[in-house]
């Protein structure tokens, strides 16, 4: 069964049900995004801002398989994290990712569209993080079968410029975050241009690279006085 499997391309990690993240091992499904190690980078960001011995408040966008709320709970161990995403199968799994690593008392997972299920809560948060989707329609078709036959389509695909979604979070993102709070942002090949763009009016606007230096993570903070185009 797992050979036949195999056969048609499906991810090992869908097979065997697992896969790393940030030396945690996470359960996946074919409902959720498997955790890459350039979202990696994106965690090492956020950790090296935020301090560890202090309570602080976050919001992962998105969070697919938990994986970014939960290592982030586990080396902020003074955090609450509130994990949206629009996917009730996703939320499911990462709810069990977060119980195995003890850490789902700190982490509140709703169902949203982005940030819309916190909008009439009134609260702000430090940091708002998020790998969103962000692959072009137009990179579909050559993107290995095994990624675009198998992995949820809502998770990669962004738009015919795969802005789609940053456009829609970062004037929400800049609602939702206290004064000088943190924006990180996992981006695509390409990208650092249009997001400098979208950024525009943040402070300390600034690329992590990867590891074949591409610009892989962007960091921005929101200004004391911030009034986002709408």
């Known amino acids: 069964m797992a050979i036949n499997r195999r056969l048609q391309l499906e991810p090992i990690q869908y097979i065997t049900g697992e896969q790393e993240f940030y030396g945690l091992r996470l359960h996946v499904t074919p409902a959720v995004l498997i955790p890459r190690p350039e979202t990696e980078h994106l965690v090492e960001a956020v950790l090296k801002l935020l301090p560890a011995n202090q309570p602080v408040k976050l919001v992962d966008i998105g969070t697919g398989s938990g994986a970014i709320a939960i290592a982030l709970a586990v080396h902020l161990p003074l955090a609450e994290i509130t ?59 050559t993107l290995h079968p095994q990624v675009r036959d198998h992995e ?65 993570v962007a960091l921005a903070r929101r200004p004391n006085s911030f009034h986002p185009e709408r």
């Open 83 to 141: 994990a949206l995403d629009l996917s009730s199968d996703a939320l499911a799994i990462a709810e069990r990712n977060a119980r195995e690593h003890g850490v789902a008392n700190r982490i509140q997972f709703l169902q949203s569209d982005l940030l819309v299920a916190i909008k009439s809560l009134g609260q702000t948060f430090d940091a708002i993080v998020s790998n969103p989707p962000y692959i072009p329609e137009s990179d579909r078709p």
């Open 152 to 216: 949820p389509a809502t998770a990669l695909f962004a738009g015919e410029t795969g802005l789609d979604i940053y456009r829609r979070l970062i004037p929400e993102a800049a609602s939702a975050l206290k004064p000088n709070g943190i924006l990180a942002l996992e981006i695509g090949h390409g990208q650092q241009k249009p997001l400098t763009h979208l950024l525009a009016g943040w402070n300390d606007v600034t690329f992590v690279n990867d590891l074949q230096h591409i610009p892989r």
